[in-house]
């Protein structure tokens, strides 16, 4: 399609809007909380305030995804409809942003759970889940985008954060109790990945 990736982006950053909003106000509180936490070795706070953070995240970038839904094509017309865009490639980005709607709200688990990780000391574990993120959009890619077009590729991108969000879940989960049966051994201790 020509002018496809131009289309995918911008109704990428059209669906991923809200997060910006969420990374200036609410991350940089959360992961120093995390690590004040961390520093008094709270590893059940880490965990409570981790899942509080996730369900009022999740919850208003669900919010956030349904309010841009449906006010997607006047709110696209009104932000593209000038220059060298027409109508056509903006009603094709009006059909593409549900499928980057899909990843908002997995996208705002990962930026916490990433924060939590880094506030635990196991900043180690991004380097796989970069190799992770990377093969898994490979692989979405190459599936998706036989099957639905450009609209695989949007979609693509939101199973990909999807698939982060979960294994970062459970790579914290991980950590936490082997912390939890070494509680003898200090914070600045724990530079080893997942």
Not at 27 to 43: C, G, K, N, T, W
Not at 78 to 105: E, I, N, Q, S, T
Not at 137 to 162: D, H, K, P
Request: net charge positive; proline share 4%.
């Amino acid at each position: 399609v020509a002018g496809g990736g131009t289309m995918l982006r911008y109704s990428g950053d059209v669906a991923m809007l809200p997060t910006s909003i969420l990374q200036a106000a609410l991350l940089p509180v959360l992961i120093a909380l995390l690590a004040d936490d961390f520093a008094r070795r709270d590893l059940t706070t880490i965990r409570n305030t981790t899942i509080r953070a996730l369900l009022w995240v999740c919850g208003l970038l669900l919010a956030s995804a349904a309010l841009l839904y449906f006010i997607r094509t006047p709110l696209l017309r009104l932000v593209f409809l000038h220059g060298k865009m027409d109508v056509a490639g903006v009603d094709r980005m009006a059909a593409l942003l549900p499928y980057h709607l899909v990843g908002l709200a997995p996208f705002g688990a990962l930026l916490v759970l990433s924060r939590a990780h880094v506030a635990i000391k196991n900043g180690g574990i991004m380097i796989g889940m970069g190799v992770f993120n990377a093969v898994s959009n490979i692989v979405f890619n190459l599936v998706l985008l036989r099957v639905l077009g450009l609209e695989g590729l949007a979609l693509s991108t939101s199973c990909v954060q999807l698939a982060v969000a979960i294994v970062f879940w459970f790579k914290l989960e991980s950590k936490l109790t082997r912390l939890r049966s070494d509680p003898a051994s200090p914070p600045a201790d724990l530079a080893e990945g997942a």
